[in-house]
């Protein structure tokens, strides 16, 4: 008697759909590959980022990185501020390499263009310095006049306590 060995295979439609990144997502991963590039002290969102970034602190990783999303490559668009004795062509290289590497990874998503635009220079403790929000100022100065206002009514009490002492002494 022969068997036949009849293998059945079933081949599964592969799903319909596809994958999309929304810009923010994209702002992020570059936001985040490029947080140790040597000799880049900030990127800039243009003036009205600056004025909120003055007003309220913000760590936020996607101020002033601009991205076109395809289905396939990604473009990035930066304006940045860089430390005072770096070189800049060193810098666009490094961001050029840590952005690529990072796209790749995260997303397999090409990077095929680049732009960056060096709108200051700064030294570290210049940058340092700016940072320094209206936030800031505001709750330092609570703080102070909170203190302040501990103070004096600690003042007042000793005082009142003293006069009661002396109007304990008179009677």
Do not use: C, W
């Not at 990072?102 to 997303?107: A, F, G, M, R, V």
């Not at 210049?126 to 501990?150: C, M, P």
């Amino acid at each position: 008697m022969v068997t036949e060995n009849k293998s059945v295979q079933a081949t599964e439609p592969a799903p319909k759909g596809e994958l999309t990144f929304n810009d923010k997502v994209i702002q992020k991963v570059v936001g985040y590959a490029i947080e140790n590039v040597s000799g880049l002290l900030g990127v800039d969102g243009g003036f009205m980022a600056n004025i909120k970034n003055k007003i309220v602190n913000s760590d936020n990783p996607v101020d002033g990185i601009e991205v076109e999303v395809g289905k396939e490559q990604v473009a990035v668009d930066l304006n940045i501020i860089m430390a005072f004795g770096h070189n800049a062509h060193d810098i666009y290289k490094e961001l050029t390499k840590v952005i690529t590497k990072q796209l790749t990874e995260t997303t397999s998503l090409e990077l095929v263009e680049l732009n960056v635009e060096v709108i200051d220079i700064q030294t570290k403790a210049e940058f340092d310095n700016a940072q320094v929000s209206l936030q800031d100022r505001v709750t330092d100065a609570g703080n102070t006049l909170k203190e302040k206002t501990s103070d004096g009514v600690n003042a007042v009490k000793r005082s009142a306590s003293e006069m009661g002492d002396d109007a304990d002494r008179v009677k």
